[in-house]
């Protein structure tokens, strides 16, 4: 043991490789996306400093702020929704003891992680569109009155992008959380069963608390995917109808790559990065804790 | 002595629901590409003359063969580097416990929160500046730094539980590092490595942004980067863009059913690991 323990510096040839790769093409831009904020630039002519300009501008601007509030907004679809789903189809279920159905269920519920986003956006621009499937539904249970575009519908074209955050993130949650109740004592749920505890109380005294760790992974994995998100929305409404779906991730392609304001997209980007280190640290804290 | 089987029908009813709901949207995928070419498919239902042709047709407007082949000419160039390179890292982190590692520990934390925007579009200029746009070899590169922080985690989660004294004996026995890794470790490491590889595999195939914004030529790109050309053509064909989004996706799906065990296994795994 003392023997590795000695100042292995030869080790780090081994570690050479990936830090060059990871400071090269991620650490590298990272820093240039910092030095671009400050400047005011459209990727040909030389570049003027404009200090916190754009950040301001960032915060200020309602198209841009709203972008924000929208990622936050979709936090209720891509995480409040499918954990509680996951939690109550866990709670319920504890274990799927039937063993076709536990490979049924995973292939499912795998699926919406599986094929690409950008993909997983055309299906539903399908599901959502005048003639899909979406108002196929609605009609059948008596609902016509309400059926429409949904993603072209100013009101409702963002809670419809979400329900594609929550289709991707149910099936993920769910098999997350059914395995790690699988890992909870079952004599603890039978001494509560026996000191007569109900549905409600054993899942608050047991279920929860066992299942911390998966919970955690779930709100930390699905929230880095709604603020972050970028497939779904470029693909399915672009940001529209007006900027009633625009996020920080679209916004951030469209700045840098068609607008040719390099200095702004790095702003809303370094914004973005920001505001995930700030809601995720803290996350992670609190379920790692304890 | 758990649930009795009646206290479950809740729960299984959930279960069902969520599958039903997980399954939906490729099925009605499925149902718009079977109708006649030409018409405009309303919601989901079996067409009466299932129109298998349009499988064929799609695979040729899509241009798939292609596409195909650039896909896997990525997967070749991204997972055997990605996998061995922070295999290397992984050793170094979790077994060779290098002095000052911690750092390196950190930066790919902090890797694993950062969205792909932060980063591209100073990417873009700098792979220009590289004379690698358009080129696969360009966005090989790109992946693979930007896999790293979770790849590098995982191999490290890895080496942690590899007991010293292997290392330690081998060390005896006269072996350099390099050997003992190649010879030792690597073959302990195997089960960790496959499963990476199928996530790296997963991710290639699906990338999406990077794709768009380094490759200009819809042929050269991933599967996934393609939709956007396609979708671009074929918005108003109904039955074409979702009969060729299929197509799209088939390959990883296909992938999927038949290493659907270590599929589920890495990604949750690597969910609660990472």
């Known amino acids: 043991m003392t023997r590795l323990r000695h100042r292995n510096w030869q080790g780090w040839w081994f570690a050479l490789p990936a830090l060059l790769m990871y400071g090269v093409f991620v650490l590298r831009p990272l820093i240039s996306t910092v030095q671009y904020s400050f400047y005011d630039w459209d990727g040909i002519t030389p570049a003027t400093w404009v200090g916190i300009d754009n950040y301001r501008r960032v915060l200020s601007d309602p198209a841009l702020a709203s972008s924000i509030w929208h990622a936050f907004f979709l936090i209720i679809f891509f995480t409040l929704a499918p954990v509680v789903g996951g939690l109550f189809v866990a709670a319920l279920l504890q274990e799927i003891r039937i063993r076709g159905l536990a490979t049924a269920a995973r292939t499912a519920l795998f699926l919406p992680q599986i094929i690409p986003g950008a993909a997983a956006a055309i299906a539903w621009v399908w599901m959502f569109s005048g003639n899909g499937a979406v108002n196929q539904v609605l009609s059948s249970i008596g609902l016509d009155g309400i059926t429409r575009a949904w993603l072209g519908d100013f009101t409702w074209a963002l809670p419809a992008v979400g329900v594609i955050g929550t289709w991707l993130g149910l099936g993920f949650c769910t098999i997350l959380l059914i395995s790690g109740i699988g890992k909870i004592d079952t004599a603890i749920y039978e001494a509560a069963r026996l000191d007569g505890a109900g549905f409600l109380s054993t899942f608050r005294a047991v279920t929860l608390p066992g299942l911390r760790q998966e919970i955690g992974v779930c709100v930390t994995v699905t929230i880095i995917a709604a603020l972050a998100t970028f497939d779904i929305v470029f693909m399915s409404t672009q940001g529209g109808p007006g900027t009633s779906t625009m996020v920080p991730g679209v916004l951030v392609y469209q700045l840098g790559f068609t607008e040719s304001r390099i200095g702004l997209a790095s702003a809303l980007a370094i914004v973005l990065t920001a505001l995930i280190l700030v809601v995720i640290l803290p996350i992670q804290r609190f379920f790692r804790a304890a | ?274």
């Open chain 2, 1 to 274: 002595m758990k649930t009795s089987a009646r206290e479950r029908i809740p729960g299984l009813a959930l279960l069902a629901l969520a599958m039903v709901f997980s399954v939906v949207p490729m099925a009605s995928m499925l149902s718009a590409a079977l109708q006649p070419q030409g018409t405009s498919p309303s919601g989901i239902s079996w067409p009466a003359d299932p129109q298998w042709h349009n499988f064929v047709d799609a695979w040729r407007v899509a241009e798939v063969t292609p596409l195909l082949i650039s896909s896997i000419i990525l997967v070749a160039g991204v997972v055997p580097v990605a996998a061995l390179i922070a295999t290397m890292a992984g050793y170094a982190l979790g077994q060779l416990r290098i002095p000052g590692g911690w750092i390196f520990f950190v930066l790919l934390l902090f890797g694993l929160t950062l969205p792909r925007e932060a980063t591209i579009v100073p990417l873009y200029y700098q792979i220009r500046d590289l004379g690698l746009l358009n080129t696969r070899l360009g966005l090989i590169l790109v992946l693979i730094g930007t896999f790293m922080p979770f790849a590098v985690f995982w191999m490290r989660a890895h080496f942690l539980n590899v007991p010293p004294e292997l290392a330690e004996a081998s060390a005896i026995d006269g072996a350099t590092s390099w050997k003992a890794f190649r010879h030792i470790q690597i073959p302990i490491a195997m089960p960790a490595i496959a499963s990476l590889s199928l996530l790296l595999f997963l991710w290639t195939w699906n990338t999406f942004l990077q794709a768009i914004v380094l490759i200009d030529d819809p042929s050269r790109r991933t599967m996934a980067g393609a939709l956007q050309n396609f979708v671009g053509q074929y918005s108003t064909d109904v039955v074409l863009l979702n009969a060729g989004s299929l197509l799209i996706m088939a390959p990883t799906i296909v992938v999927f059913l038949i290493f659907q065990r270590q599929f589920s296994r890495a990604l949750i795994s690597g969910a609660v690991k990472g």
